[in-house]
């Protein structure tokens, strides 16, 4: 059984900083793509970031970019989001998910490629 368990969350001031850790069990880690989604109240859950299973390629949302850093740890079986100078617009439940395709070579935006997610760790930015 393939389980992703996200950490991290919580409440941060603004120009603050968070990292979110999603440690995934069940399956071999090294082989998958992986990625971070946000879902803020009364909006649609879009992808922050993503990371190909070489982690030699990533993908950043333009509202994240500079901000936010996706990093792998494959002995750990463990993504990361250091998230940096946070802000109000950030507040959402942060979930992480698993690529479907074994070692797809670029990051995909699209929610049904990815089968496996994380319970959501909420994050709150406060002004």
């Known amino acids: 059984q393939v389980q992703l368990v996200e950490s991290g969350g919580g409440l941060v001031q603004a120009g603050g900083s968070l990292r979110l850790s999603c440690v995934v069990s069940?399956?071999?880690?090294?082989?998958?793509?992986m990625a971070w989604f946000r879902q803020a109240p009364g909006k649609e859950r879009e992808i922050v970031a993503g990371?190909?299973?070489?982690?030699?390629?990533?993908y950043y949302a333009d509202s994240v970019k500079g901000r936010f850093t996706i990093s792998r740890d494959n002995a750990k079986n463990t993504v990361y989001l250091q998230m940096n100078s946070l802000k109000p617009e950030d507040t959402a439940v942060y979930y992480c998910?698993?690529?479907?395709?074994?070692?797809?070579?670029?990051?995909?935006?699209?929610?049904?490629?990815?089968?496996?997610w994380g319970q959501g760790t909420q994050v709150t930015v406060s002004s």
């Open positions: 998910a698993a690529d479907r395709a074994f070692r797809r070579v670029v990051v995909t935006a699209t929610q049904s490629d990815y089968d496996y």
């Open positions: 069940g399956r071999t880690f090294s082989n998958y793509a």
């Open positions: 990371l190909v299973w070489s982690g030699g390629r990533t």
